[in-house]
């Protein structure tokens, strides 16, 4: 069985930083691309950032590039998510999953997500 657990968020100010982190399984973790993905109220779900199971690729959406980071740990079955210099419209829960793309490339595609951390950040 697939799990996935969250944690790492709260309520910080505009400009500040955090530190997701996501613990899985052993099944969840071997040979699998992880991720993260952001669902604010109302919104659509918006891709943050992959890492293949290597560690050696990463990927980012556009809203995030330059701010945020992602990272893997293999040995202790976890994916981090560095977040620096927070914006209000970084407020949303914020999901570890397991990520694919799909056929052309065009979107991401999420397998197994855990229940998500939320990050609240004020202006």
């Known amino acids: 069985q697939v799990q996935l657990a969250e944690s790492g968020g709260g309520l910080v100010q505009a400009g500040a930083s955090l530190r997701l982190s996501c613990v899985g399984s052993g099944s969840t973790f071997r040979d699998k691309m992880l991720g993260w993905f952001r669902q604010a109220p109302g919104k659509e779900r918006e891709f943050v950032a992959a890492?293949?199971?290597?560690?050696?690729?990463?990927f980012y959406g556009d809203s995030v590039k330059g701010r945020y980071t992602i990272s893997r740990d293999n040995a202790k079955t976890t994916v981090y998510l560095q977040m620096n210099n927070l914006k209000p419209e970084d407020t949303a829960d914020y999901h570890c999953?397991?990520?694919?793309?799909?056929?052309?490339?065009?979107?991401?595609?999420?397998?197994?997500w855990g229940q998500g951390t939320q990050v609240t950040v004020s202006s």
């Open positions: 890492i293949t199971w290597s560690g050696h690729n990463q």
């Open positions: 999953a397991t990520v694919s793309r799909n056929w052309d490339g065009s979107a991401w595609l999420y397998d197994f």
